[in-house]
């Protein structure tokens, strides 16, 4: 393999995510390395015997053709070399940085946010992650600097959550009712968060 290449994931648009996420994770034995965004999510990266796959909400049917990303080191790459490359049977082969880009932090647009549960317009309730309901609590996300979502689950029990990152500067997690067993991945046992946490 060139040197510049550090790992290949193969693209996959899938009309209904959470359908292809379940078929790859029960029915094939893959493991899930990512989900994004937790409220909304439109990406999940799986990998299992030998293969990594992208999985990419797609709603519209004539996105639904597959490619190949080859994750490189972009400085590395020798001089002339397309980004984009067709192979002779039609692939497209897309070389894309391996590293993750740094976190952007847009202009702060500063604003009075308040969100009563009872308001209509407050915001709607959407499924997100792992069978979970999310409510956006600041609409605007002030420019898109911060992102705060009200997250409950309909049913006591074990939800089905996959491993997942946020690509944010902070993150604060409070439990308003009930109580929640979480992990972190690297960092320690399992651990619970009670109410008033």
């Not at 909400?57 to 080191?73: K, Y």
Request: hydrophobic fraction near 45%; charged fraction near 25%; aromatic fraction near 8%.
């Amino acid at each position: 393999m060139p040197e510049f290449i550090r790992a290949a994931q193969i693209r996959l648009a899938c009309p209904d995510l959470e359908a292809s996420l379940r078929f790859y994770t029960d029915k094939l034995g893959f493991s899930v390395e990512l989900v994004m965004p937790a409220d909304a999510p439109s990406l999940a990266v799986v990998s299992a015997h030998g293969l990594t796959l992208r999985l990419e909400a797609a709603a519209h049917p004539a996105a639904t053709a597959a490619d190949l990303r080859l994750l490189c080191d972009m400085k590395s790459l020798p001089a002339g070399l397309a980004h984009e490359l067709t192979a002779p049977e039609g692939t497209r082969v897309v070389l894309v940085e391996a590293a993750a880009p740094p976190v952007e932090l847009p202009e702060a647009r500063q604003e009075f946010v308040l969100a009563h549960l009872g308001d209509k317009d407050a915001g709607a309730w959407g499924m997100g992650r792992a069978g979970m309901e999310y409510r956006d609590l600041i609409p605007g996300r002030l420019g898109g600097r911060f992102v705060a979502s009200q997250i409950r689950i309909r049913n006591g029990g074990p939800v089905g959550d996959w491993v997942h990152y946020h690509r944010i500067r902070f993150q604060m997690i409070y439990c308003l009712k009930g109580w929640v067993r979480l992990v972190y991945e690297d960092q320690g046992e399992p651990f619970i968060l009670n109410e008033g946490d």
